[in-house]
């Protein structure tokens, strides 16, 4: 078991500049205030395509995650579904830390489509 309680406040930081987010530094539950579903694609081409921290990376897949459950499944493509799916399944670090935030922490508002998203 991975625990994690959430991003550390470097990792925010530099997913807010690499995704140029609207972030104030003032968030409480940054996952929660900076999710858009609307930017998913974008999460998702930068997590296969960036050289991350192994907290970066817990942090860009904990917005993802965010992002994707506020979209649900109508505003998120299943392609974005897929590759995320495909991406946790190469990251055995990530995937444990989402199992304990999301499923473990009872974090998720959707627990079957996170599920869907964080293989076993």
Same mark, same amino acid.
Do not use: C, K
């Given at each position: 078991?991975?625990?994690?309680? +959430?991003?550390? @406040? #470097?990792?925010?930081?530099? *997913?807010?500049?690499?995704?140029?987010?609207? #972030?104030? =530094?003032?968030?409480?539950? %940054?996952?929660?205030? !900076?999710?858009?579903?609307?930017? $998913?694609?974008?999460? $998702?081409?930068?997590?296969?395509? @960036?050289?991350?921290?192994?907290?970066?990376?817990?942090?860009?897949?904990?917005?993802? *995650?965010?992002? *994707?459950?506020? =979209? +649900?499944?109508?505003? $998120? &493509?299943?392609?974005?579904?897929?590759?995320?799916?495909?991406?946790? &399944?190469?990251?055995?670090? $990530?995937?444990? #830390?989402?199992?304990?935030? %999301?499923? +473990?922490?009872?974090?998720?508002?959707?627990?079957? !489509?996170?599920? &869907? *998203?964080?293989?076993?």
């Amino acid at each position: 078991m991975v625990e994690f309680y +959430g991003a550390t @406040t #470097a990792a925010q930081r530099s *997913i807010n500049a690499l995704l140029d987010l609207p #972030a104030s =530094g003032r968030e409480q539950d %940054w996952e929660f205030e !900076l999710a858009d579903p609307r930017r $998913v694609d974008a999460m $998702v081409a930068a997590a296969a395509e @960036t050289d991350l921290s192994r907290d970066e990376r817990r942090a860009l897949f904990l917005l993802l *995650i965010a992002s *994707i459950e506020e =979209g +649900g499944r109508g505003l $998120v &493509s299943a392609d974005a579904l897929s590759r995320t799916r495909e991406l946790l &399944s190469q990251d055995t670090d $990530v995937r444990r #830390a989402m199992h304990f935030y %999301w499923l +473990g922490l009872n974090r998720a508002s959707d627990e079957p !489509l996170v599920r &869907s *998203i964080l293989p076993d």
